[in-house]
């Protein structure tokens, strides 16, 4: 039973989000990786949402470019959280999908990440530390992680 959907608006995204699912696979979390559109396919984003929803998904992962209204329609169909990835795809280099991600009414939040391949990672890892909140397992290897941070900038430092 998948935990994490991830949507993306189009196949053209797959590149920039493919580090999310590595991420969520490395961290042993379920999830969805797929394709569906606010705009070409709304009633495909609709049925999907309330479809996982009833599966048990916990979170919902949204990332698209250009006037990027996937995490907001899909914030639109469920109480779970929404975590948005506004991604690069135009020659506003992002802030067109920036704004429309982040820019939500009062009641229907997105927790919007950073553009492109850092945003995918960190919906990841913010998914998963959501999903932690009631998964001890799942906490300590996120805690592993960081260590591993951590001792990678110390092995940096010494390096020099
Ligand atoms: C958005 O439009 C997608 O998320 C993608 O970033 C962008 C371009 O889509 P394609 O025309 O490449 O399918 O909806």
Not at 26 to 48: I, N, W, Y
Request: charged residues 20%; aromatic residues 4%.
């Amino acid at each position: 039973m998948p935990k994490v959907v991830i949507f993306m608006g189009s196949i053209s995204d797959e590149e920039k989000m493919r580090p999310c699912s590595d991420l969520l696979n490395d961290l042993g979390v379920e999830h969805v990786f797929t394709v569906s559109s606010a705009h070409r396919t709304p009633e495909r984003t609709a049925k999907l949402v309330a479809e996982y929803e009833a599966d048990g998904c916990q979170v919902f992962i949204c990332a698209a470019g250009l006037a990027a209204h996937l995490a907001g329609a899909v914030a639109a169909k469920t109480t779970k959280p929404v975590l948005g990835v506004p991604l690069t795809a135009s020659p506003l280099g992002g802030m067109d999908a920036l704004l429309a991600t982040v820019q939500m009414p009062p009641g229907f939040p997105v927790g919007t990440l950073a553009l492109d391949q850092v945003g995918a990672r960190n919906a990841a890892w913010l998914a998963a530390q959501i999903l932690a909140l009631h998964d001890e397992e799942l906490a300590g290897r996120i805690k592993d992680a960081r260590e591993g941070f951590k001792a990678s900038v110390e092995k940096a430092a010494a390096s020099l």
